[in-house]
């Protein structure tokens, strides 16, 4: 289904403005977390739980996709950066003696700005789209 056609659905959804906006926003948090793999899981949970769309969470969160993912994570660690005050977040590497051990070793100083960024960017982003995905139900609805 394109994304187009994924966005005209979520219009059509017979819920009130608030609920396909609340479930549209919570996906697009859940997209956005550092849980990578188990986004689509948690929406889902997520969703059963208050009882919001599942259709709806899971179209949020897939903003979060294999064409995003690296933008959306780099920018929510240099954001997570700043929050911090981490330096050097992009340290020099030797790629001719790269191992998994010193991977972890040269860049285990990004978790915390990369856990805080992703927090930040997803909280403001899912509020951002709850605003603009209500106002988009409501004017579609007339």
């Known amino acids: ?72 994570y780099a920018f929510s660690t240099w954001v997570g950066g700043l929050i911090t005050g981490a330096d050097n977040l992009i340290p020099a590497l030797d790629w001719n003696h790269m191992t998994m051990q010193t991977l972890i070793k040269d860049m285990g100083h990004l978790l915390v700005p990369f856990l805080v960024g992703t927090t930040a960017v997803g909280l403001i982003s899912g509020a951002l789209s709850y605003i603009i995905i209500k106002k988009a139900v409501e004017r579609a609805r007339g």
């Not at 059509?12 to 609920?19: E, F, Q």
């Not at 549209?24 to 986004?39: C, D, E, K, R, Y």
Request: charged share 15%; hydrophobic share 55%; glycine share 6%.
């Open 1 to 72: 289904m394109k994304t187009r056609d994924r966005l005209r659905g979520l219009l059509a959804i017979d819920d009130p403005p608030r609920r396909v906006a609340m479930a549209f926003a919570v996906g697009v948090f859940i997209g956005m977390s550092p849980l990578l793999g188990l986004h689509t899981v948690l929406a889902l949970l997520i969703a059963w739980a208050f009882r919001l769309n599942r259709f709806v969470a899971i179209t949020g969160v897939y903003i979060t996709n294999p064409w995003t993912i690296v933008p959306i």
